[in-house]
């Protein structure tokens, strides 16, 4: 499939109207809110990004553009900010699905008309904006409460049927060992870095066509072994320790062992307390006999928990490789972001689908109380683990409850009263501010109406 094709069916197909369709004009301000103007090509850019939207893209993303540059301005007012490295990590995962969705960087940037560091510094500011923005709201919105009265009172009314549904969650005790490698394994895992360093250093090739090639790190190998900047708490320590050792761009960095493997790094640029590096990682591969070897000792294990001889929790504290849920007698934490509240939360608690693929399908078959058998999976650092669970509780799918899901429900009447205000700081900002729009622009339904003043 062509790719014009290709990407016209992954965009809208509505029709612009006829005021977006005015003949011989390359560009225009179509929208002013405070001493901010709103051009036609921001609104198609937003167009070119957006999949779904609700409605009439020619009203609807003026209008989206409008609100984002109200909270902006009061943002600035307020010195709200956000940090760099928050936004370069949004910017990152915006690129990889669009190069994947166009095929190829080469692609994306014959569709767009842009460089990809043209549309990488695009997509910062949007994303950097749009942080910004729903920061300023989080700080508009951080006096609201809700007391347990208020909550009970909300949903005292509610049919059953039309309370939120709770889907089934697990709380689960991990106890894991990382299979033994070989010392010839890692000789040859070193061998390879030491040649791809020579292959480099003697021009036969490049480091980032090295990367593309033979990197495991996946995600940094699409883009030729690049990282984006980060600061030194951001890495694996001995990773970091050596990255940072780095003063010239042409030296490749000695061999490095982290968490995650074997790599080679290369300086790219330096920005404050930030690197921007390429590197190259091996993971060495495991034998199979020492992964029998793991499982077995995992079973032995097992087999003294059930004799009483300890605890599935002491046996996790002592003996797990697992440092996330060791200190925590094996219990595994799931680490989210609060939709409400925008920040890092910690439970104990997992949906099915929040579980690591392996662990859900093991959880499915257990009981409560119940210890798995042991099974091999591959860790969050993408190595060969073996490890044994034990299911600590299951609490089924079921309507939300003041008893069981207060939280949940407290986090929706607050959300409501937090948009409630929101739309009436929303309504004064319009009334307030100085707010101009090209006469063809105003045929809409906007969601706020106060945009055209009489």
Not at 157 to 171: G, R
Not at 297 to 311: H, N, Q, V, Y
Request: glycine share 4%; aromatic share 8%.
């Amino acid at each position: 499939m062509k790719l014009k094709h290709f990407l016209a069916l992954a965009l809208l197909t509505t029709q612009a109207p006829a005021f977006a369709q005015q003949n011989n004009v390359i560009d225009e301000v179509i929208w002013v809110v405070g001493d901010q103007a709103i051009l036609r090509s921001d609104v198609e850019k937003e167009r070119q990004r957006s999949t779904r939207i609700p409605g009439n893209p020619y009203c609807v993303i003026p209008e989206n553009l409008a609100l984002q540059k109200l909270f902006l301005q009061q943002a600035e007012l307020d010195s709200i900010t956000v940090e760099d490295e928050t936004v370069n990590r949004y910017v990152e995962a915006y690129l990889n699905e669009w190069v994947q969705t166009a095929g190829s960087k080469e692609k994306l940037e014959e569709y767009r008309g842009m460089t990809y560091s043209q549309i990488r510094e695009e997509t910062f500011e949007m994303v950097r904006d749009n942080q910004i923005m729903n920061e300023m709201r989080r700080e508009l919105t951080k006096d609201i409460t809700v007391t347990p009265a208020e909550v009970r009172y909300y949903f005292k009314n509610i049919p059953e049927d039309s309370l939120p549904l709770i889907p089934t969650q697990v709380e689960v005790e991990l106890l894991a060992e990382h299979p033994r490698i070989q010392q010839e394994e890692i000789d040859r895992i070193k061998g390879l870095l030491r040649e791809y360093t020579e292959r480099i250093n003697s021009g036969e090739t490049s480091f980032s066509v090295l990367a593309r090639f033979y990197s495991d790190d996946t995600e940094s190998a699409k883009q030729g072994g690049e990282m984006d900047y980060m600061s030194k708490v951001d890495l694996d320590p001995a990773f970091a320790n050596v990255a940072w050792t780095l003063t010239d761009p042409k030296k490749i960095s000695k061999i490095v062992e982290s968490q995650y493997g074997y790599h080679i790094i290369q300086l790219i640029d330096r920005r404050g307390d930030k690197l921007k590096l390429r590197h190259i990682l091996k993971i060495p591969r495991v034998d199979e006999k020492d992964v029998e070897a793991s499982l077995s000792r995992l079973d032995s294990i097992t087999k003294d928990i059930k004799e009483g001889k300890f605890t599935f929790e002491q046996a996790a504290s002592a003996l797990s490789d697992d440092k996330d849920s060791r200190s925590n007698n094996g219990l595994m934490s799931n680490v989210y972001i609060d939709e409400y509240e925008g920040e890092r939360m910690r439970t104990s608690r997992f949906k099915m689908s929040e579980l690591p693929p392996e662990i859900a399908r093991v959880v499915e078959g257990l009981d409560v109380g119940e210890i798995s058998k042991p099974f091999a999976m591959i860790d969050k650092a993408g190595k060969t683990q073996c490890a044994v669970i034990k299911l600590k509780s299951r609490i089924k799918a079921h309507p939300a409850t003041i008893t069981e899901d207060f939280q949940v429900l407290s986090n929706i009447v607050k959300n409501k009263r937090s948009q409630e205000f929101l739309d009436k700081w929303i309504r004064e900002k319009q009334r307030t501010t100085y707010i101009r729009i090209k006469p063809d622009w105003c045929d809409c339904e906007f969601q706020y109406p106060g945009w055209i003043k009489e």
